[in-house]
C-alpha cells in the first residue's frame, strides 16, 4: 500500500505547468503570472497635493498663528487632471485639489481647515493661513509608488486584487497568464443517472460528477463534464473519448474490486495505468495513469487520468489530497498544499486498520483556540456529512485513534472563521 505522500509523488510526477496565453486583467484572477511586468509610466506622473488645501512657498507661513495670520494672495484654484500655468511667488498661492499637480514655486500645501476659508463668506483675493506647515508637507512626489521603466510584477506570482488594480494603474489591459488546466470528468456506473432526468427505480443521481466540477473550478480548472459511462468497455471507451483534448481526466467508480469495475481493465488496453491501494481512509481504492490523447492540433499527447473512488465522500477527499495539488500544479502554482491547523478534537476518533483517517469535522475558533468536533455518521457514502463539515482532522497511520481533548492536525476544506 501507498501512503498518501508516495501517491502524490508519483501524481505529480506525470503533471507538467501548462503554457502561458495572453488575458484581459480581470479574467486572471487567482491564475500565475507568466512574464515580468515592468512600467511604461511613472506613477504618480508629477508631484501632486494630497490633500484639499492651498499650494504655498512654506516661508511664506513662517509664523502663523490663529491670532497672527499671515495673509497670501490668491492666483489660481487648480483641481485634479489640470495644470496651473501661474507661478507661486512670494505671498501668492494657488487654491489646491487633492491628486492636481503641484504649481511651479509652490514646495508644500497648507490644509483648507489650517486656512480662513471657511470663515470667509466667499473666496475673495486672498486666504489667511492659521498654522506654519513644514517644508514638504501633504505633497506626493512623482514616481513614489511606480518609476517609469521599473520591474513593477515578478513572474510566478499569483494574481489577486491588488495586482490586477496594479496591472490597470500602468495601463496594462491584458497579461500574460499559465492557462487553466480543462479537467475532463466521467462518472462510471449503471446506476446513475443524469441530475435532469426522473429517477427510475433502484437508481441514483449522478453527483461526483457535480462535486468534482465544482472542486476543479474552486482550484482554478475549467471542468468538462462527459457525463456517465455504463459499467462495460464499450461504454466506457465512447465516453473516454470525449475528453481526450483535456489536459487531464478525472473518472469517478469502477476502480475497487466488484465486479462491474471495468476501469481498470479499459484503462490497462488504452494506455498506462497504475492501481493502488493508498494507506487513507477514506479512498483507498485509487487509479492513476496516463491516457494517450490526440489535442486540437492533431498532435498525440499523454493526458494524466485520476480514478477516483465511487463513494461520493472518498471522491471528494481524495480529489483534495491528488487533483487538487495536481490542478495547482498545471496552474503554475508553487504551494501545494491544503492548509491545516491545530484542533482539540471533542470527541473520539478511532482508527481500525492502520490508515490515514481523514474525519469530517466542525471546526470552530473559541477563546483564541481550534476546536473541532466530528460531523456524525463517517460513512463515505454519507455525502451530506461533507457539507456539513469545514475541516478534515487527520489520524496518523500508526495511531489508533485520537482521544477526546486531543490536539489534532485539520485539513481546512473552508477558511472560514466565522463556520459555526
Ligand atoms: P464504485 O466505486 O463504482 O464501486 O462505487 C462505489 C459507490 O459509490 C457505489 O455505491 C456507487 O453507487 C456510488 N457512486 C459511484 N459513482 C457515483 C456517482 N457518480 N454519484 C453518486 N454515487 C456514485
Ligand atoms: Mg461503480
Known sequence: ??????????????????????????????????????????????????????????????????????????????????????????????????????PKGADSIVRFEDTDETQRKRISGEIGVLHEVELGRDIRRAGEDVTHGSLVLSKEIVIRPSEVGVLASLGCSEVKVIRRPVVAILATGNELVDIAQPLPKGKIYNSNSYSVAALVQRYGGIPRILGIALDSESSLVISLRKGLDADMLITTGGV?????????????????????????????????GIVKGIDEAGVTKNIPHLGLPGNPVSAMVTFELFARPAILKMLGKKNLTKPAIEAVIEEPITNSDGRRVFTRVVVEKRNGQYYARPTGPQGSGILTSMSLANGLAIVPEDKPGIEAGDVAQVLMLDWNEETG
Open 1 to 102: 500500500m501507498l501512503s498518501v505522500e508516495q501517491a502524490l509523488e508519483k501524481i505529480l510526477g506525470y503533471v507538467d505547468v501548462l503554457e502561458a496565453e495572453p488575458k484581459p486583467i480581470l479574467d486572471c484572477l487567482g491564475q500565475v503570472l507568466a512574464e515580468d511586468v515592468y512600467s511604461s509610466v511613472t506613477i504618480p506622473p508629477l508631484d501632486n497635493s494630497a490633500m484639499d488645501g492651498y499650494a504655498v512657498r512654506a516661508e511664506d507661513t513662517r509664523g502663523a498663528t490663529e491670532q497672527t495670520r499671515k495673509f497670501l494672495r490668491v492666483i489660481d484654484t487648480v483641481a485634479a487632471g489640470s495644470i496651473s500655468e501661474y507661478e507661486v511667488e512670494p505671498g501668492t498661492t494657488v487654491r489646491i485639489m487633492t491628486g492636481a499637480p503641484l
Open 256 to 288: 475497487s474490486m466488484g465486479d462491474y469495475d471495468v476501469v481498470k481493465d479499459v484503462l490497462v488496453k488504452q494506455g498506462e495505468i497504475a492501481f493502488w491501494t493508498v494507506r487513507m481512509k477514506p479512498g483507498k481504492p485509487l487509479a492513476f
